[in-house]
């Protein structure tokens, strides 16, 4: 009876080891990364090249650079100093707007697309599209080049818009209703 007792005890304190960490085979790197990045900076070099060449080649605008990555050049601006509003989060804008590629080819023609209505920062939209419609004021029109990861970036729209395309949108602002009066309306 004594051995047996030993014998389980034994066991009991040999089964009280705490478990070991099992570590991977292999370990990678992460020289995998460092290549995305490389791949993604030489993309967007090479984008940003045709983006200076469509500015170059249009000698009859004016195009300014927006510090969120993208180019902008105005079709038809507000001269009425009185309404100088800009959206602002919150704020519900209606848009109308084309997409081509940055040789012309047309991908959305105007009027293809129906009138967009969009609450500013509170709704799905590309994010060249949503920094650009802040910079306009109600009767703009703003031909906007963005790079790839401005636009659809990878994915495209998975319609019309493939992979990593460099775009020109037109930008129509028809309205801006403000965010307490789009709460009175509620």
Not at 3 to 9: A, E, P, Q, R
Not at 137 to 157: N, R, V
């Amino acid at each position: 009876m004594k051995k047996t007792l030993i014998l389980i005890t034994i066991i009991a304190l040999a089964a009280c080891k705490s478990p070991e960490a099992r570590y991977p085979v292999t370990q990678k790197s992460g020289s995998h990364i460092s290549e995305s990045i490389a791949k993604n900076q030489e993309l967007l070099e090479k984008e940003v090249a045709q983006i200076e060449a469509v500015i170059a080649a249009d000698s009859t605008r004016e195009y300014q650079s927006s510090p969120d990555g993208f180019w902008y050049t105005y079709n038809k601006k507000n001269k009425d100093t009185a309404n100088t509003l800009k959206p602002e989060f919150g704020d519900v804008v209606s848009f109308d707007y084309s997409i081509k590629t940055l040789d012309g080819q047309v991908i959305y023609a105007e009027g293809e697309k129906a009138t967009r209505t969009y609450a500013i920062d509170q709704e799905k939209l590309f994010s060249g599209l949503r920094q650009g419609l802040k910079l306009m004021q109600e009767g703009e029109t703003i031909t906007f080049l963005f790079p790839s990861y401005k636009a659809y970036g990878y994915y495209g729209d998975k319609n019309k818009i493939g992979t990593n395309w460099p775009l020109q949108t037109k930008v129509t602002l028809n309205k801006i209703i403000e965010k307490e009066e789009n709460q009175n309306q509620r």
